[in-house]
């Protein structure tokens, strides 16, 4: 879905900025008198852009700070530093009311349709909860009328309006909590790992009706995945994290031909390939080693403990992201 139709990489508007986002959760010790005694370092000084009508992929470990991001993004966990620009409105300063109003224009997919629903609310409720929480969508029929649509819109039968989320499957979870994420009519969805508990075989459903979803109603999405080759397929553009920190950014085709970032290339080395002679061929690149702690990062760059052509340089500084050619930026001595 590269350039998904939408002109975005023609228009180039930015709708979302980040820079140098930070988010820190203390460490206290003490059972009495509690004192701080560090923090673990979730999000470290990350920027990038979304162009409105895009998909940005954020990829990288387990506990590199993704969802942190996103969730740190949407204001759902205040940054400790740093700027997010949403259509160049500050919201890290946004509180109350002010901050109500900009929610309605961005929205999240949780990664769990097992967890992210209640379970003691009737699909109709849940559905409806923004509405109701954000007073739109009219009078009581008006809001049911508008409940069903969500649900036909999204692949539901709207007879099941009454029924309770241990009724469904989970790939139809998955799209209640999709439902829900588009009540508010938003512009901006965090779509934080919205398939890795669905079946393969549901996947590839939820992942066409995002897409469809998208280039109807001009959606911008933040996908954040494990997943590679389905971030290939669904995103324009594509963010690695590692260890709190974004090392390579970089539009779908461009990262996945010519990865530059030593951890990046590790990534897309252990992406398989179908053609059993092509894949016999591929170089594997195993990096040794465990990742760091977020709690005592490394001095310098956070990759210097695992990267395989790291120079004195690295163990000293933490590299900038720098953008070294069109489009695509990249933090790190060896390249910039």
Same mark, same amino acid.
């Not at 998909?55 to 700027?83: D, F, H, M, N, W």
């Not at 029924?163 to 209640?176: D, L, T, V």
């Given at each position: 879905m590269t350039?998904?139709?939408?002109?975005?990489?023609?228009?180039?508007?930015? $709708? =979302?900025?980040?820079?140098?986002l930070k988010?820190?959760?203390?460490?206290?010790?003490?059972?009495?008198?509690? !004192?701080h005694? @560090?923090?673990?370092?979730?999000v470290?000084?990350?920027s990038?852009?979304?162009?409105? @009508?895009?998909?940005?992929?954020?990829?990288?470990?387990?506990?590199?700070?993704?969802?942190?991001?996103?969730?740190?993004?949407?204001?759902?966990?205040?940054?400790?530093? @740093?700027?997010?620009?949403?259509?160049?409105?500050?919201?890290?300063? $946004?509180?109350?009311e002010?901050?109500?109003? *900009?929610?309605?224009?961005?929205? *999240?997919?949780?990664?769990?349709?097992?967890?992210?629903?209640?379970?003691?609310?009737?699909?109709? !409720?849940?559905?409806?909860?923004?509405?109701?929480?954000?007073?739109?969508? &009219?009078?009581g029929?008006?809001?049911?009328?508008?409940?069903?649509? =969500?649900?036909? !819109?999204? &692949? =539901?039968?709207?007879?099941?309006?009454?029924?309770?989320?241990?009724?469904?499957?989970?790939? /139809?979870r /998955?799209?209640?909590?999709?439902?829900?994420?588009?009540?508010?009519?938003?512009e901006?969805? #965090?779509?934080?790992?919205?398939?890795s508990?669905?079946?393969? %075989?549901?996947?590839?459903?939820?992942?066409?009706?995002l897409e469809?979803?998208?280039?109807?109603?001009?959606?911008?999405?933040?996908f954040i995945?494990?997943?590679?080759? *389905?971030?290939r397929?669904?995103?324009? !553009?594509?963010?690695? *994290?590692? $260890?709190g920190?974004?090392?390579?950014?970089?539009?779908?085709?461009?990262?996945?031909?010519?990865? $530059?970032?030593?951890?990046?290339?590790?990534?897309?080395?252990?992406?398989?390939?179908?053609d059993?002679?092509?894949?016999?061929?591929?170089?594997r690149?195993i990096?040794?080693?465990?990742?760091? %702690?977020?709690?005592?990062?490394?001095?310098?760059?956070?990759?210097?403990?695992?990267?395989?052509?790291? #120079?004195?340089?690295?163990?000293?500084?933490?590299?900038? =992201?720098?953008?070294?050619?069109?489009e695509?930026?990249?933090?790190?001595?060896?390249?910039?």
């Amino acid at each position: 879905m590269t350039s998904n139709g939408n002109g975005t990489q023609a228009s180039k508007e930015v $709708l =979302l900025e980040v820079k140098n986002l930070k988010k820190y959760f203390p460490i206290h010790a003490g059972l009495i008198i509690q !004192r701080h005694v @560090g923090d673990v370092k979730a999000v470290d000084d990350v920027s990038f852009h979304i162009y409105r @009508g895009e998909t940005l992929g954020l990829v990288g470990e387990s506990g590199c700070g993704k969802s942190t991001t996103g969730r740190t993004i949407l204001q759902l966990y205040r940054p400790t530093a @740093g700027s997010v620009q949403f259509e160049g409105v500050e919201l890290s300063t $946004l509180k109350g009311e002010d901050l109500r109003r *900009m929610r309605r224009q961005m929205q *999240m997919i949780f990664q769990d349709p097992y967890a992210s629903l209640n379970p003691r609310m009737t699909v109709g !409720r849940i559905i409806s909860e923004p509405l109701l929480v954000h007073r739109v969508g &009219g009078n009581g029929k008006e809001r049911q009328e508008r409940v069903e649509y =969500l649900m036909e !819109r999204v &692949g =539901l039968n709207p007879y099941f309006i009454n029924r309770y989320p241990h009724e469904f499957s989970g790939g /139809q979870r /998955q799209r209640i909590g999709i439902a829900r994420a588009l009540a508010l009519e938003p512009e901006f969805i #965090v779509c934080d790992e919205p398939i890795s508990a669905l079946d393969v %075989s549901i996947q590839a459903q939820v992942v066409n009706l995002l897409e469809d979803l998208q280039d109807e109603l001009g959606l911008t999405y933040l996908f954040i995945a494990h997943d590679l080759s *389905m971030v290939r397929h669904i995103c324009d !553009r594509v963010a690695v *994290m590692y $260890l709190g920190k974004v090392v390579e950014v970089a539009e779908t085709e461009e990262l996945y031909t010519n990865p $530059l970032h030593p951890y990046t290339q590790a990534l897309l080395s252990a992406v398989p390939v179908p053609d059993p002679a092509v894949e016999a061929q591929r170089k594997r690149i195993i990096l040794k080693g465990d990742v760091p %702690s977020p709690i005592n990062p490394p001095k310098g760059c956070n990759f210097n403990t695992r990267c395989p052509v790291a #120079v004195d340089v690295c163990y000293g500084e933490d590299p900038e =992201l720098v953008e070294v050619q069109p489009e695509h930026w990249v933090s790190c001595y060896r390249v910039s």
